[in-house]
């Protein structure tokens, strides 16, 4: 069993992203069927190392027939076994997030939030062509926001306040916040998407190399 003494990175990087994109169904008491689908091969393939590493089993990536209505690709890997059972029953199938994930040492509580920002948080990096504009964020259409929000809380990662979206039905409001980018910079995180870690470093490259050099200059 999976609790606040004996959490493991693994476990805590595939339960969040259990939160975004990834999907479990129990198939029997004994097999649980854990799937990723997303547009972003080299996510897929980094998710399939690490079933592959729980389950002992040689995880494969695929190419599935549908693809999005912006015409990409989606990329699959799924597997199953009785090391999902966990993530499935505590978290009352995808209803909430454990208490147990509160207590997690810091280094699982940034691995569960990789998961959580890996699936469904935002990178953006835009440019007028001499300044550049930076946001990140978590987006969801249910509630655990808030307890997404308490867990950046607890490794030091300063996040905005949660605001709602209404939507027009049947469509489900969306909640969200905003993360202060200097911030998270600051902490060991870190996207495992390469298309938004590549925007992560660009920030921290061009402001975080602004906010040293002022420094520097300061203490002369």
């Not at 259990?18 to 029997?28: A, L, M, N, P, T």
């Not at 998270?184 to 602004?210: G, I, T």
Request: hydrophobic letters at 35%.
């Amino acid at each position: 069993m999976i609790n606040g003494q004996s959490a493991e990175k693994n476990y805590a990087y595939l339960l969040g992203l259990y939160f975004g994109d990834g999907h479990i169904e129990k198939r029997s008491d004994n097999n649980y069927i854990f799937t990723l689908q997303a547009i972003d091969k080299d996510f897929v393939e980094y998710t399939a190392k690490i079933l592959s590493i729980v389950t002992q089993r040689d995880v494969k990536v695929t190419e599935i027939k549908r693809k999005t209505s912006a015409n990409n690709i989606v990329y699959s890997c799924t597997v199953g076994n009785i090391y999902f059972k966990d993530i499935y029953e505590d978290t009352y199938c995808k209803q909430v997030v454990p208490p147990y994930v509160f207590e997690w040492e810091k280094e699982c509580q940034l691995a569960f939030l990789e998961g959580i920002m890996d699936s469904d948080g935002y990178m953006s990096a835009r440019t007028n062509g001499s300044n550049w504009n930076f946001e990140c964020g978590y987006r969801t259409t249910f509630a655990w926001a808030l307890s997404i929000k308490k867990v950046f809380s607890l490794v030091g990662i300063e996040t905005k306040k949660i605001i709602e979206i209404p939507q027009k039905a049947p469509k489900k409001d969306i909640y969200g916040f905003r993360i202060n980018l200097k911030s998270l910079a600051q902490s060991d995180f870190k996207f495992n998407l390469q298309r938004k870690q590549n925007r992560f470093s660009h920030f921290k490259q061009l402001r975080m190399r602004d906010n040293s050099q002022r420094l520097y200059a300061r203490t002369e």
